[in-house]
């Protein structure tokens, strides 16, 4: 992208340019819904980004540029799927890492501690005991 387009893109951001609109996007696998902000470039191009937090609470940028309206939502939508098939396997990873360090072994010893205590019920008991407690 050149410095012209970028420099167009950025005053058009900053005004209220009458191609300015806001799409949502919703990745089709996680069915996670974000807005992308679109506007139409000068060239008739369209461009592209929507905004998410990401796992460590930062602001991540997804950018996209096509020719098309329906060739950016496209784009974007592709764009953001990838985003988020990467912070799902960020956070097997990091689950994982957790497992193996030992987070949850304190919690796997109570759950054995209750159920040798006689604290266990089965799923059957519990939805008895949840309707009983509804009434």
């Known amino acids: 992208?050149?410095?012209?387009?970028?420099?167009?893109?950025?005053?058009?951001?900053?005004?209220?340019?009458?191609?300015k609109c806001i799409e949502p996007i919703v990745d089709p696998v996680y069915e996670d819904s974000y807005e992308a902000c679109l506007l139409e470039l000068d060239s008739g191009n369209w461009f592209g980004y929507i905004q998410y937090?990401?796992?460590?609470?930062?602001i991540a940028n997804i950018k996209g540029q096509a020719q098309t309206k329906k060739e950016?939502?496209?784009?974007?939508?592709?764009?953001?799927?990838?985003?988020?098939?990467?912070?799902?396997?960020?956070?097997?990873?990091?689950?994982?890492?957790?497992?193996?360090?030992?987070?949850?072994?304190?919690?796997?010893?109570?759950?054995?501690?209750?159920?040798?205590?006689?604290?266990?019920?089965d799923w059957e008991t519990l939805r008895e005991m949840l309707a009983k407690h509804e009434q």
């Not at 410095?3 to 951001?13: D, F, Q, V």
């Not at 937090?53 to 930062?58: A, G, H, R, V």
């Open 53 to 58: 937090l990401d796992l460590d609470n930062y």
């Open 1 to 19: 992208m050149s410095s012209t387009a970028i420099g167009e893109i950025r005053s058009k951001l900053n005004s209220n340019y009458i191609r």
């Open 72 to 121: 950016l939502i496209v784009l974007l939508t592709d764009k953001l799927h990838e985003a988020i098939e990467l912070e799902e396997n960020e956070h097997d990873r990091r689950l994982l890492k957790a497992i193996e360090a030992g987070a949850f072994d304190s919690l796997a010893e109570k759950a054995a501690q209750n159920v040798r205590e006689g604290k266990y019920y």
